[in-house]
Each structure stands twice: as structure tokens, then as C-alpha cells.
């Protein structure tokens, strides 16, 4: 793996993906498998019951600088401030959204919500750590 970092200043062209949070493992962020009663990390082997699982933000983004176009996914904590709430309080939100409206897929977020990440973020221009 290439350990050079940077700073790369682009415009966000696309939001890639309408599932926003995802149940991430407290201790290596991997993702968690979830069935209804338990959890199950793959990669790092830690178990727990379902309802003690942790969530974490996932926003897959197009962007472009003044030459190039990268797909780039932003995780974690950072992008508490421009949902407003950390990731478990948000996917709570969508699992009451998804049990009022009747939808069958919790995992993607309610179109409203895709809208406002979009609008948000689309056409803004951010300085990403690379």
C-alpha cells in the first residue's frame, strides 16, 4: 500500500451510493454481517447480539479536481457535522422511516434523505485527506 498522504482540493460531481451508514466492527471498522438476534465480524472475528452493534458513515463520492475524476469514499466521524447526527442515531432514523412507510429494504436510505445528501454535497467544492 502506498503510504504517501495529501490533500486534494475537488468538486464533488456524484453521490455513488444511497446506503450512507453501515454496522461497522468497534474494533478493526470492518463490515459487520448482521442477522436478526446477532453480529459477526469476518475479519477480525468479534460476535455480539445485533442490537449492540455500532454504526459507522460511508459516503461514496465522485470527484473532480482542475484535471482528474477519482472515486473516493469518505468514512467515519467527519461527516457527523453535515448529517447532524452520528451514524447510529441517523440509521435508527431510517430503520423508523422504513417501519412507517412499510419499505422492505432498510439498508438504503429514504429518497428524501439521498436528495438532501445530494444536494448538499453536489457541486460543493472540499478539501479531501488522500
Known amino acids: 500500500m502506498n503510504s504517501v498522504r495529501g490533500l486534494l482540493s475537488a468538486s464533488v460531481i456524484s453521490v455513488q451510493d444511497s446506503c450512507f451508514v453501515y454496522p461497522a466492527c468497534q474494533k478493526c471498522y470492518s463490515r459487520?454481517?448482521?442477522?436478526?438476534?446477532?453480529?459477526n465480524c469476518l475479519k477480525?472475528?468479534?460476535?455480539?447480539?445485533?442490537?449492540?452493534?455500532?454504526?459507522?458513515?460511508r459516503l461514496s463520492l465522485k470527484i473532480a479536481d482542475t484535471r482528474d475524476l477519482f472515486d473516493i469514499?469518505?468514512?467515519?466521524?467527519?461527516?457527523?457535522?453535515?448529517?447532524?447526527?452520528?451514524?447510529a442515531n441517523l440509521q435508527r432514523c431510517i430503520q423508523d422511516f422504513?417501519?412507517?412507510?412499510?419499505?422492505?429494504?432498510?439498508?438504503?436510505?429514504?429518497?428524501?434523505?439521498?436528495?438532501?445528501?445530494?444536494?448538499?454535497?453536489?457541486?460543493k467544492r472540499f478539501i479531501f485527506g488522500v
Do not use: H, M
Open 73 to 87: 469514499t469518505v468514512f467515519g466521524s467527519c461527516l457527523d457535522p453535515f448529517f447532524g447526527v452520528d451514524a
Open 44 to 57: 477480525c472475528g468479534c460476535t455480539g447480539e445485533a442490537k449492540d452493534a455500532s454504526y459507522r458513515y
Open 32 to 39: 459487520l454481517i448482521l442477522d436478526s438476534r446477532r453480529f
Open 98 to 123: 422504513s417501519q412507517l412507510s412499510g419499505e422492505a429494504n432498510t439498508d438504503a436510505s429514504p429518497g428524501v434523505l439521498v436528495q438532501a445528501v445530494e444536494t448538499c454535497f453536489i457541486g
